[in-house]
Structure formats: structure tokens, C-alpha cells
């Protein structure tokens, strides 16, 4: 499965990076290949894995900020794996280009 988040914290002012610094702590800990992006992280495994870690990063972010909103975008292919790169690869192997991406 790959898997897509972002989490917003509702209510705790303008500057976001302090709380999501520490939600990106738990990610690159967590053992799963991982591409952090300017607007979303994507992430790699088996379905438990990814959503125990998202559901764990949704509830620090809870623990600071009085209101969360979680997004989350799945692509979950039936014995594809090597997918957070693979899929960019395939892509750029269309245009015949490597492309900017994160």
C-alpha cells in the first residue's frame, strides 16, 4: 500500500513546522520507506503499518492542537511493491525525461 497524508492542526496559530517536525520524527523512525513532500508525506507497506502509523501520527498532532484534519489518499494494488518510487520511474520512462518531483 502506498499512502498519501497530510495533518493540519486547527487552532494553534500560523506557524505549523514545530508540530509537524514532530510528526515527521515518528515517520522517519517508523521504519517504512517514506517521501516527504511540500504539502503531504507518502509512505510505504503493508495496509496495518501505514494506517497504525498514520492514526499514531494523527494523535500526537491531537495532543497539541485543540482541532486535527487528517488527509489521507490510498493506492492500494494487490502484490505491488516498490511503488513510491516505482510509480514516478514508470512515469518519466513515458515522457522518456527524468521530471521534478519530490
Known sequence: MVASFSIVPIGVGEELRQHVAKVLDVVDKCG???????????????????????????????????????????????GAVGRLDGKVAEVEEVVGRKLSHE
Open 32 to 78: 517504512l520507506p517514506y517521501k516527504l513532500g511540500a504539502m503531504h508525506t507518502t509512505v510505504e507497506g503493508e495496509a496495518e503499518e501505514v494506517m497504525a502509523l498514520i492514526m499514531r501520527c494523527h494523535s500526537l498532532m491531537l495532543e497539541a492542537a485543540p482541532r486535527v484534519l487528517t488527509h489521507i489518499a490510498i493506492d492500494d494494488r494487490q
